[in-house]
Protein backbone atom coordinates (compact mmCIF):
# COMPACT_ATOMS: atom_id res chain seq x y z
CA UNK A 1 0.00 0.00 0.00
CA UNK A 2 3.32 2.43 0.77
CA UNK A 3 4.93 1.39 -2.64
CA UNK A 4 1.98 3.08 -4.78
CA UNK A 5 2.35 6.22 -2.33
CA UNK A 6 6.13 6.45 -2.11
CA UNK A 7 6.38 6.23 -5.76
CA UNK A 8 4.02 8.60 -6.38
CA UNK A 9 6.05 11.13 -3.90
CA UNK A 10 9.43 9.68 -6.56
CA UNK A 11 7.61 10.78 -9.10
CA UNK A 12 6.73 14.36 -8.15
CA UNK A 13 10.38 15.11 -6.58
CA UNK A 14 11.58 13.79 -10.01
CA UNK A 15 9.39 16.13 -11.93
CA UNK A 16 10.46 18.78 -9.27
CA UNK A 17 14.20 18.53 -9.95
CA UNK A 18 13.76 18.16 -13.71
CA UNK A 19 11.40 21.75 -13.94
CA UNK A 20 14.39 23.46 -11.20
CA UNK A 21 17.42 21.91 -13.55
CA UNK A 22 15.45 23.48 -16.18
CA UNK A 23 14.57 27.13 -15.04
CA UNK A 24 18.20 27.17 -14.15
CA UNK A 25 19.43 26.36 -17.22
CA UNK A 26 17.25 28.93 -18.40
CA UNK A 27 18.09 31.24 -16.08
CA UNK A 28 21.83 30.71 -16.76
CA UNK A 29 21.38 30.88 -20.57
CA UNK A 30 19.61 34.44 -19.89
CA UNK A 31 21.80 35.61 -17.85
CA UNK A 32 24.72 34.79 -20.32
CA UNK A 33 22.96 36.44 -22.83
CA UNK A 34 22.68 39.82 -21.04
CA UNK A 35 26.46 39.62 -19.79
CA UNK A 36 27.64 38.84 -23.47
CA UNK A 37 25.50 42.14 -24.61
CA UNK A 38 27.40 44.17 -22.20
CA UNK A 39 30.96 43.03 -21.58
CA UNK A 40 31.99 41.03 -25.01
CA UNK A 41 33.86 42.25 -27.84
CA UNK A 42 33.40 39.76 -30.24
CA UNK A 43 31.28 41.93 -32.15
CA UNK A 44 33.09 45.14 -32.35
CA UNK A 45 33.82 46.47 -36.00
CA UNK A 46 37.24 47.25 -34.81
CA UNK A 47 37.73 44.02 -33.73
CA UNK A 48 35.80 41.38 -36.52
CA UNK A 49 37.10 43.49 -39.37
CA UNK A 50 34.35 45.62 -40.42
CA UNK A 51 34.17 49.22 -40.13
CA UNK A 52 31.63 51.22 -39.28
CA UNK A 53 32.33 54.40 -41.13
CA UNK A 54 34.56 53.33 -44.27
CA UNK A 55 36.32 55.62 -46.77
CA UNK A 56 36.77 53.05 -49.63
CA UNK A 57 36.02 54.62 -53.10
CA UNK A 58 35.27 58.09 -51.56
CA UNK A 59 36.90 61.20 -52.30
CA UNK A 60 37.82 63.80 -49.04
CA UNK A 61 38.33 67.33 -49.17
CA UNK A 62 40.05 68.72 -46.02
CA UNK A 63 40.89 72.34 -45.53
CA UNK A 64 44.31 72.49 -42.84
CA UNK A 65 45.72 75.55 -41.00
CA UNK A 66 49.26 74.94 -39.30
CA UNK A 67 51.65 75.84 -37.91
CA UNK A 68 55.66 76.01 -38.86
CA UNK A 69 58.10 76.14 -35.34
CA UNK A 70 61.26 75.47 -37.13
CA UNK A 71 62.12 78.02 -39.05
CA UNK A 72 64.64 80.81 -38.04
CA UNK A 73 63.21 83.61 -39.07
CA UNK A 74 59.62 83.46 -40.17
CA UNK A 75 56.79 81.45 -37.99
CA UNK A 76 55.08 80.14 -40.55
CA UNK A 77 51.21 79.49 -40.88
CA UNK A 78 50.42 77.81 -43.60
CA UNK A 79 46.87 76.89 -44.86
CA UNK A 80 46.54 73.53 -47.49
CA UNK A 81 43.46 72.24 -49.56
CA UNK A 82 43.86 68.60 -49.61
CA UNK A 83 41.73 66.29 -52.26
CA UNK A 84 42.01 62.73 -51.58
CA UNK A 85 41.02 59.73 -52.99
CA UNK A 86 40.53 56.76 -50.68
CA UNK A 87 40.81 53.87 -53.12
CA UNK A 88 40.46 51.86 -50.36
CA UNK A 89 39.95 51.97 -46.36
CA UNK A 90 43.99 51.29 -46.26
CA UNK A 91 45.34 53.08 -49.39
CA UNK A 92 44.96 56.51 -51.12
CA UNK A 93 46.93 59.10 -53.14
CA UNK A 94 46.14 63.04 -52.54
CA UNK A 95 46.70 66.03 -54.11
CA UNK A 96 47.65 69.22 -51.86
CA UNK A 97 48.47 72.54 -52.69
CA UNK A 98 49.58 75.09 -49.48
CA UNK A 99 49.71 78.78 -49.40
CA UNK A 100 53.22 79.84 -47.01
CA UNK A 101 52.68 83.90 -47.23
CA UNK A 102 50.50 83.96 -44.30
CA UNK A 103 53.99 84.66 -41.28
CA UNK A 104 55.55 86.79 -38.72
CA UNK A 105 58.95 87.14 -37.51
CA UNK A 106 60.61 85.25 -35.23
CA UNK A 107 62.38 86.73 -32.10
CA UNK A 108 65.68 86.38 -33.67
CA UNK A 109 64.55 88.23 -37.03
CA UNK A 110 63.19 91.58 -35.33
CA UNK A 111 66.40 91.21 -32.76
CA UNK A 112 68.70 90.98 -35.91
CA UNK A 113 66.14 94.47 -37.47
CA UNK A 114 66.74 96.48 -34.35
CA UNK A 115 70.31 95.53 -33.43
CA UNK A 116 72.38 95.07 -36.63
CA UNK A 117 70.66 97.39 -39.26
CA UNK A 118 73.96 97.31 -41.56
CA UNK A 119 72.74 92.96 -42.09
CA UNK A 120 70.46 92.38 -44.73
CA UNK A 121 68.20 90.19 -42.87
CA UNK A 122 65.83 89.85 -45.58
CA UNK A 123 68.35 87.91 -47.73
CA UNK A 124 69.37 85.51 -45.09
CA UNK A 125 66.98 82.98 -45.94
CA UNK A 126 64.08 81.58 -47.82
CA UNK A 127 60.92 83.02 -47.53
CA UNK A 128 58.60 80.44 -48.78
CA UNK A 129 55.20 81.44 -50.39
CA UNK A 130 53.42 77.72 -51.62
CA UNK A 131 53.64 74.33 -52.47
CA UNK A 132 52.11 71.64 -54.59
CA UNK A 133 52.86 68.02 -53.18
CA UNK A 134 51.11 65.13 -54.70
CA UNK A 135 51.69 61.74 -52.33
CA UNK A 136 50.79 58.41 -51.64
CA UNK A 137 48.71 57.58 -48.37
CA UNK A 138 48.51 54.15 -46.08
CA UNK A 139 46.23 54.14 -43.11
CA UNK A 140 46.57 50.51 -41.79
CA UNK A 141 44.68 51.35 -38.49
CA UNK A 142 40.84 51.37 -37.44
CA UNK A 143 39.54 51.79 -34.18
CA UNK A 144 36.97 53.16 -31.80
CA UNK A 145 36.35 54.52 -28.61
CA UNK A 146 33.75 53.89 -26.01
CA UNK A 147 32.46 54.43 -22.77
CA UNK A 148 30.58 51.69 -21.14
CA UNK A 149 27.96 50.83 -24.24
CA UNK A 150 28.19 54.23 -25.93
CA UNK A 151 30.35 54.81 -28.41
CA UNK A 152 32.62 57.83 -28.31
CA UNK A 153 34.38 58.38 -31.26
CA UNK A 154 35.96 56.35 -34.33
CA UNK A 155 39.13 57.33 -35.96
CA UNK A 156 42.10 55.63 -38.35
CA UNK A 157 45.78 56.53 -38.46
CA UNK A 158 48.26 56.59 -41.54
CA UNK A 159 51.70 57.93 -42.82
CA UNK A 160 52.04 59.60 -46.23
CA UNK A 161 54.62 60.48 -48.27
CA UNK A 162 55.42 62.11 -51.67
CA UNK A 163 57.09 64.95 -54.18
CA UNK A 164 56.11 67.91 -54.96
CA UNK A 165 57.61 71.89 -55.78
CA UNK A 166 57.82 74.76 -53.25
CA UNK A 167 57.61 78.53 -54.15
CA UNK A 168 59.91 80.62 -52.22
CA UNK A 169 61.85 83.92 -52.48
CA UNK A 170 65.26 83.13 -52.14
CA UNK A 171 68.56 85.28 -51.79
CA UNK A 172 71.67 85.04 -54.23
CA UNK A 173 75.11 82.70 -53.15
CA UNK A 174 76.10 86.25 -51.95
CA UNK A 175 73.27 87.52 -50.09
CA UNK A 176 72.95 90.85 -52.22
CA UNK A 177 69.35 90.14 -53.91
CA UNK A 178 66.87 87.57 -53.65
CA UNK A 179 64.53 86.04 -56.83
CA UNK A 180 61.39 83.78 -56.85
CA UNK A 181 62.10 80.55 -57.91
CA UNK A 182 60.83 76.80 -57.79
CA UNK A 183 62.54 73.97 -56.40
CA UNK A 184 61.50 70.51 -55.69
CA UNK A 185 60.79 69.10 -52.14
CA UNK A 186 59.60 65.60 -50.90
CA UNK A 187 56.96 65.56 -47.92
CA UNK A 188 56.88 62.47 -45.26
CA UNK A 189 54.35 62.95 -42.88
CA UNK A 190 51.60 60.79 -40.50
CA UNK A 191 47.83 62.38 -40.05
CA UNK A 192 44.93 60.74 -38.07
CA UNK A 193 41.01 61.11 -38.64
CA UNK A 194 38.45 61.25 -36.22
CA UNK A 195 35.27 60.91 -37.30
CA UNK A 196 32.05 62.53 -35.96
CA UNK A 197 29.59 61.86 -38.27
CA UNK A 198 30.08 59.40 -41.25
CA UNK A 199 31.11 62.38 -43.75
CA UNK A 200 32.56 64.46 -41.21
CA UNK A 201 36.22 63.93 -39.52
CA UNK A 202 38.75 66.20 -37.25
CA UNK A 203 42.05 65.77 -38.91
CA UNK A 204 45.44 66.16 -37.04
CA UNK A 205 48.86 66.08 -39.30
CA UNK A 206 52.45 66.02 -38.30
CA UNK A 207 54.58 66.31 -41.32
CA UNK A 208 58.33 67.01 -42.18
CA UNK A 209 59.59 68.64 -46.25
CA UNK A 210 62.67 69.21 -47.02
CA UNK A 211 64.31 71.11 -50.57
CA UNK A 212 67.53 72.37 -50.94
CA UNK A 213 66.59 76.42 -51.51
CA UNK A 214 69.71 78.70 -53.40
CA UNK A 215 72.18 78.36 -50.71
CA UNK A 216 70.99 75.07 -48.09
CA UNK A 217 69.15 72.53 -47.42
CA UNK A 218 66.00 73.33 -45.47
CA UNK A 219 63.49 70.63 -43.17
CA UNK A 220 60.53 72.65 -42.34
CA UNK A 221 57.96 71.00 -39.50
CA UNK A 222 54.56 71.67 -39.80
CA UNK A 223 51.99 70.74 -37.37
CA UNK A 224 48.27 71.36 -38.58
CA UNK A 225 44.62 70.64 -37.95
CA UNK A 226 41.84 70.34 -40.48
CA UNK A 227 38.06 69.29 -40.93
CA UNK A 228 37.69 66.44 -43.83
CA UNK A 229 34.69 65.89 -45.80
CA UNK A 230 34.12 62.81 -47.27
CA UNK A 231 31.91 62.88 -50.47
CA UNK A 232 29.65 59.63 -51.38
CA UNK A 233 30.97 56.55 -52.76
CA UNK A 234 31.82 56.64 -56.24
Not at 51 to 56: C, F, L, P, R
Amino acid sequence: MNDPILSKLAALLLTACLLCTGASAALADQLDDDLDTQWTTRDLPALDGTTVISAARRFELALNIGYVPTDDYYNYFPISLDVHCRITDMWGVMLRGSMLMLHSDTTLRRFMDDHQSSIQTSLLADEQLGDVTAMATFHPVYGKATLETANLLRFDWGIFAGLGAVIARSPNSAHSETSVAAYAEGIFGTDMHIFFLDWLALRLEASLRFYKGSTQWYVPCTLSVGVSFLLPEF
